[in-house]
């Protein structure tokens, strides 16, 4: 629970900070659309140090590294709340970027190294609930923060959580030694810095229309092939700083690949949603955060029965149905128009929301089930950077065919039927990550479960 507060306070902060642009804005006497680059510096931050995260843990050891990374980012928190200028604002939220790529994957090693392999599945259930609960609360948090009090107030909230965790990290979590042998791939962290950086803010460029588009689509190509030499390299290197040989693991790469490609479908859903709720249903940000907010209410529920599921049907079962299930509700959201009951709509929402829950909690323990503990910084390092890759891309893939579908279909504003359309294709994807699931074997991964079972 306090590796999943760190990881709350991270995602509070980078969702809720959406709706203190514009105020932002008028302060600083800037146009509205120079604002975006503080959502996308930090992004551009988190993507260039991801692949680091793991070998500084192994280096330093996770609870130094991981308190670090609160203190830094509760700092540059306070620094974005004090900042006068859009400059200050985006140096302070480069550092914050620095800080949150260091705290997820660093906690998930201390995750990994402190609890029991037949608790694994129980401890990912817990995990899961912030990174499904934070992207939803953030945006309504942040419109009633930014309605009742002002702006600065969205990072200075983060400053209490900080210093809690900070004493409670320090107090219950195990100081691990660091391995203070092992190199930096000095190549390696350059050709995945380029290659991520190009990605992540080629896609979000493409998403949010930051940069003409043959620009954008410059920036992803530079991402491909720093990709394409990475890989090269990591094959010959001695101590890659991304190890690929992870993949070689079954259990791992099925949720790697299968994992990605559902991320790609279901991520884009929050962002779809607001759309659908504020540009075509005419709500405000604060009403269509709440309406949105039941979707991260259901993780609750599933955390008290993510394990006795698993557990019933095992990995291979639970994965490929609640695969075509993730698709049908993620194409059920498409079919709201304005005339839809709202008590409809929270159902739908909620039921969603528990089997995307479901599905997360069993990949994250899946993931790892089978990572020998001498790889754990590494795998969790190859993960988090997959999922912030999977994350970007999904935004940005389903902006794009927003504007393909508005320019086939001639329309000059975003309808209902625009959105549902691309809700459909990402239910599809979703359903598509199943024929991934079944190249499980029926008891794969069963050692994080069924000894606590028994």
Known sequence: MIIGCALFMELIDAT??????????REFGEPSVRMNLVVSL??????????????????????????SAIVLFTLASVACACSTSLLQLSLARLAQGVAGAMMVPVGQVILLRWSARENLLRAMSYLTIPALIGPILGPPLGGLLVTLLSWPWIFLINVPIGVLGIGLVVR?????????????????LLLSAIGLGGLVFGFEAIGHGLLPRYGSLA??????????????????ATHPLIDLSLLRIPTFSVSFWGGNLMRIGSASQPFLLVLLFQLCFGLNPLQAGLLSFVGGAGAFLMKLLAVRIVSRFGFRRTLIGNAVLTGLTLAATGLFDITTPYWVVIVVLFISGVIRSLQFSTLGALTYADVPAPQSS????????????????SVGVAAALLSLIMVWREHAVLTESDI???????????????????????????????????
């Open 219 to 236: 920036l992803v190509g530079l991402g491909l092939l720093s990709a394409v030499l990475y890989v090269h390299h990591a094959r010959r």
């Open 172 to 188: 219950y979590i195990p100081d691990y030694p660091g391995a203070r042998h092992r190199p930096l791939d000095v190549r390696g």
């Open 378 to 393: 590494a795998a969790s390092s190859l993960s988090a950077m997959s999922i912030q890759l999977t994350m970007s891309l």
């Open 16 to 25: 809720a900070v959406l709706t203190a642009l514009p105020q932002m804005a």
């Open 42 to 67: 930090y992004l551009l931050a988190v993507a260039l140090f991801v692949p680091v995260s793991g070998w500084a843990a192994d280096r330093f050891g996770p609870r130094r590294v991981f308190v």
């Open 420 to 454: 549902a359309l691309v809700m459909g294709l990402a239910g599809v994807l979703c359903v598509a990550s199943a024929l991934v699931y079944r190249r499980l074997s029926v008891t794969a991964g069963s050692a994080v479960y069924a000894s606590g079972e028994r």
